[in-house]
């Protein structure tokens, strides 16, 4: 992969104002998850600087624009009810996400000494578990959740 970084410097009277377009840094993505490290990594990965997140409703009918507060509300609800984002190469208009993310509640994990049946994807020392496949990457860390009150008798409890 190739990384090609330009730029060009002016002056302007109104300060450095983004283009309608222009994308949004890897820091400003998915309401500022990624970290410095992380969104490095990904202007790495992606050979561009500027992205887009998905945008219209989801699944469950609500505004696609991603938030924390959102996901947190979110992490006990069943899979497309949960907050996601969608990330993109800004001009990209394949319609494929370069990325998606999203966060759920878990009361258990994968094992790193677990052999899945037929699978050879790697494992990685992160979080309490993490693991790379084709379709995706899957992370796990401890975190206490607790389940709201009104859910129904469902797999997501406290966590």
């Not at 109104?14 to 990624?34: H, I, N, Q, R, Y």
């Not at 992205?51 to 992490?75: C, I, K, W, Y």
Request: proline share 6%; with cysteine; hydrophobic share 30%.
């Amino acid at each position: 992969m190739t990384l090609l970084v330009g730029g060009c410097a002016g002056s302007s009277e109104e300060g450095d104002k983004e283009e309608p377009g222009a994308g949004v840094a890897a820091s400003s993505l998915c309401d500022g998850t990624f970290e410095a490290p992380a969104a490095k990594a990904l202007q790495r990965l992606a050979g561009t600087s500027r992205f887009d997140e998905g945008s219209g409703t989801s699944e469950a009918g609500e505004p696609r624009t991603f938030s924390m507060r959102n996901a947190v509300q979110h992490l006990h609800d069943e899979y497309r009810k949960r907050s996601a984002c969608w990330v993109y190469k800004t001009g990209d208009d394949s319609g494929n996400a370069l990325l998606e993310i999203r966060f759920s509640a878990s009361t258990s994990h994968p094992s790193a000494t677990q052999k899945e049946s037929g699978s050879d994807q790697p494992t990685y020392p992160l979080g309490v578990y993490a693991n790379a496949g084709p379709d995706g990457a899957d992370l796990f860390f401890r975190c206490t959740t607790k389940a709201p009150s009104k859910m129904p008798t469902s797999e997501m409890r406290d966590t």
